[in-house]
């Protein structure tokens, strides 16, 4: 089967990535975008009777999930829910494509690390220890996948922002026509990563991954590569980046983590090495600052 006859099951088709994914994946197939809203093919990732039907019923070569629990803080009041989206939905598809002999593209995050170090990025193979119960569940997830053992590709990627959805960049952009000063964590320290990055990195993973050649070798492809852009800034750096392209920016004030308090914890350092990725498939996404310049001068 050539890569223009592929059927794409794309879940969560709305999100800040999976709008992103939706546009990027058109090339490669036939995309079939499933959502909980009614612009497409409704899932409740809840209800998993539901999402093996779905599966069943579409058939996919390749299940790419972008659909996640991402309300980190909600989590901590939601854990049940959060698990169920985060961590048995996964592997719920892991089995259905692995029944289907189909790919499974799924995203994880930084928050699976506990940040207690300060220089050395973390890379795929570092232990795992998750703060708050957002990180917990997508880690559940990731090892949901791996156990079951189909052919998948899990990307963790990290502080992720777009023109869609809710993230940190709307908010300060937001903020800023609101207010004349913003308070920003300044001790947390990570990589902010551009959504449609993410989905053109998929989608140059996919192009290579679906030639026979490199098909026939997922078994040895398959793993968790870590996909953000490069270097490390803090929120307070990052707030102060966003707002400085804006008209009359407003005055950026650096606070630390126990002076904004938050139900969930946060690793105070999530900086992933995306040395794996590069090695793989060639791919290694610009800096947060580029990223950030271009998505802001769309």
Known sequence: MNTTTKRILLISCT???????????QPLGQVVPVDRSDTALRIELTDHSNI????????PDIIVNAAAYTAVDKAEQE??????INGTAPGILAEEAKALNALLVHYSTDYVFNGQRNDNAYSEEDFCDPRNVYGAT???GDQ????????????????????Y??????????????????RVVADQIGAPTWSRLIADATAQVL???????????????????????????SWYDFAKAIVQQLPNPPHVIPITTDEYPAPAKRPAYSVLSNDKLANAFG???PSWETALSVCQSR
């Open 15 to 25: 999100g800040q990535v999976g709008a992103e994914l939706w546009r990027c994946l």
């Open 144 to 163: 949901a996948i791996q156990q079951v053992g189909c052919k998948h590709l899990i990307f963790r990627t990290s502080w992720v922002y777009g023109r």
């Open 165 to 182: 959805g809710k993230n940190f960049l709307l908010t300060m952009q937001r903020l800023a026509k609101e207010r004349d000063e913003l």
């Open 207 to 233: 192009a290579q991954v679906n030639s026979p050649l490199m098909m026939a070798d997922m078994n040895k492809l398959s793993g968790i590569y870590n996909l953000t852009c490069g270097g490390q800034t």
């Open 283 to 285: 791919i290694r996404l």
């Open 52 to 59: 093996r039907n779905l599966v069943r019923e579409i058939k």
């Open 138 to 140: 997508k880690l559940a």
């Open 79 to 84: 854990p049940d829910v959060a698990m169920a």
